[in-house]
């Protein structure tokens, strides 16, 4: 019976994923796969002190598809230094899904929230479907703040998998609906239409106002909000790629931060750089560089908090490598990478976890994906 309802949820999952995921389509022009160097940025050096053995808060940053190869391409376009080469403490997370050696987002969020191994195209449920707690509901449950931020739609798999419980990640107006089970205090990314233009006719907006929350649109007016509970639907569907989104993901990252401190309790954030991701898929390194810098500067922005704070640890890892991705050649005086790929879809090599803060200590080594969260919980008190 299980195994007939994994073909089933697989078969609707090929089927009505192809208008959401049209980021997948290959790049055939053999420049995209070369970045020549642009502006550069200031990195920071932060220095890692703490309170107490164990944090307060918990910013969680995963970078969708950001294998050792997409971070090397971020260093060397950026002079040989990111915001993340302030992590001294790094393990590796193997990335297997319970029904494929390659994992998909869906699993692999999934096992980062939840420390539950489930099959490709899972929300927040295990191998038999049934729904399990993930780390955003275990601190929500204890009183602490929690958030979501992304760069895709807010129903896409990864942070879906952090809030919501179905048994395909196709279903993503099931998904915007049950945002409304819970009582997250901010969330922003995409999805607007999810939320308003649903086959069973409701505005779930109007039902998130009623609730406390407020809806805005417009990143400029996100910026500019002050307290109480936030839902910020930035897009229909994805946000643009970085260069277009005029800093949405570092502005998102950083009101979350800002209006998630104000718990006395604490808080719980998950931040995705959904987008790293989609250039693995198309075999652009142009597109992995641009958000992999995008991504490292909400790293900034946590890495200033948690500097200051002293109570509050930043875990940043992947789902899953995408691309197959490899450096070939480059220049990092001049900025220049040239990327090789073996695939258009994902990989099941491990990838990098760097941990800066109170409980760092315990993200060194090989770990599974699933003990990630386990980790966090423990810290945390969940």
Not at 149 to 170: E, L
Not at 292 to 316: G, N, S, W
Not at 332 to 341: D, E, S
Request: hydrophobic share 35%.
């Amino acid at each position: 019976m299980k195994n007939l309802l994994l073909i089933v949820v697989s078969f609707l999952l090929a089927n009505s994923l192809l208008a959401q995921e049209n980021y997948k389509t290959l790049s055939k022009e053999d420049s995209l796969k070369i970045y020549i160097g642009q502006q550069t940025y200031e990195v920071k050096t932060y220095v890692e002190k703490h309170k107490a053995q164990k944090p307060k808060n918990i910013i969680f940053m995963i970078g969708d598809g950001m294998g050792v190869s997409q971070v090397q391409a971020g260093l060397s376009a950026n002079d040989g230094q990111l915001f993340l080469t302030n992590f001294k403490h790094v393990g590796f997370s193997q990335t297997s899904s319970a029904s494929n050696y390659v994992t998909d987002s869906a699993a692999g969020g999934t096992a980062l929230s939840s420390g539950y191994k489930t099959y490709n195209g899972a929300i927040g449920v295990d191998t038999d479907t049934i729904a399990q707690p993930t780390i955003l509901e275990k601190a929500e449950d204890k009183g602490l703040g929690t958030g979501l931020v992304s760069s895709s739609a807010i129903t896409h798999a990864t942070p879906a998998s952090f809030i919501a419980h179905q048994p395909s990640r196709s279903m993503y107006e099931a998904i915007a609906a049950d945002f409304l089970k819970t009582d997250i205090d901010v969330f922003i990314g995409g999805g607007y239409k999810h939320f308003t233009d649903r086959k069973d006719g409701r505005n779930l907006t109007t039902d998130l106002e009623k609730k406390g929350y407020t809806v805005l649109q417009d990143i400029n007016q996100i910026e500019k909000f002050k307290s109480g509970k936030l839902a910020g639907l930035t897009a229909p569907e994805h946000n643009g790629r970085a260069p277009e989104r005029n800093g949405m993901l570092p502005k998102a990252t950083s009101k979350a931060i800002e209006l998630l401190s104000k718990s006395k309790e604490g808080f719980f954030l998950m931040v995705e750089g959904s987008q790293i991701d989609w250039g693995g898929h198309q075999n652009n390194t142009i597109y992995v560089v641009e958000e992999v810098l995008d991504f490292d500067q909400c790293i900034a922005h946590a890495l200033e908090f948690a500097a200051k704070d002293k109570e509050t640890l930043i875990v940043v890892t992947a789902d899953h490598e995408t691309g197959g991705m490899g450096i070939n050649n480059g220049n990092t005086a001049k900025q220049t990478v040239k990327g090789g790929y073996t695939t258009g879809g994902h990989t099941g090599v491990m990838v990098p976890v760097f941990a800066f803060g109170p409980g760092a200590e315990e993200f060194t080594g090989i770990m599974q994906n699933t003990d990630i969260p386990k980790k966090m919980m423990k810290l945390l008190g969940l």
